[in-house]
């Protein structure tokens, strides 16, 4: 996780929480809004952990969203270590800087978001097509979705 910002047509700052799952290039969310606290952050994570397993580690940079007592609850409760990135190296969250910055330049960059809710849409149909459309080199030339598919097949296989 960590936060892209944009504006509004009318100049009002806008926040985004991408959620990447690291092993399958998946952006499983984005939330976007003016403001995104540690307890909104804690209940987008269960909300989240809903649809998918939670993984046994997050890794976040020290903003002040990811260090807060409600966030560290959250995790604790889950037995889910936060793994903060050191200050001034955003290479400790690599990945998710890559993520951020093709965010950016393909979708952000692109659009005059006229509304919050505009932004929402036009941001989630960016999202789907990063995961349904999109193939990765290093996925074998997959699709996030179809590469979660076949790990998701493959273990169904060895397990039956």
């Known amino acids: 996780m960590d936060f892209v910002c944009d504006a509004l047509s009318n100049g009002r ?4 929480l991408p959620i990447i799952d690291t092993s ?6 984005i939330e976007v809004d003016t403001s995104i606290g ?3 952050i804690a209940t987008i994570l269960s909300q989240t952990g809903d649809m998918r397993e939670l993984p046994d580690h997050i890794t976040v940079d020290n903003g002040p969203e990811f260090i807060s007592n ?8 889950r037995g889910i270590k936060l793994q903060f990135s050191r200050h001034g190296k955003p290479v400790d969250n690599a990945f998710m800087e890559s993520f951020n910055g093709k965010l950016r330049d393909e ?12 932004a929402r849409r036009v941001i989630e149909e960016w999202r789907i097509e990063y995961n349904q459309e999109r ?13 979660r598919l076949e790990q998701e097949n493959m273990l169904a296989f060895s397990n039956s």
């Open 13 to 16: 700052r806008i926040r985004l």
């Open 24 to 29: 399958t290039r998946e952006c499983l969310r």
């Open 38 to 40: 540690g307890q909104r």
């Open 70 to 77: 409600a966030l560290d609850a959250w995790a604790y409760e």
């Open 107 to 118: 979708c952000l960059n692109q659009n005059w978001f006229m509304s919050i809710d505009h």
């Open 135 to 147: 193939p990765h080199r290093s996925l074998g030339n997959l699709t996030p979705n179809e590469f």
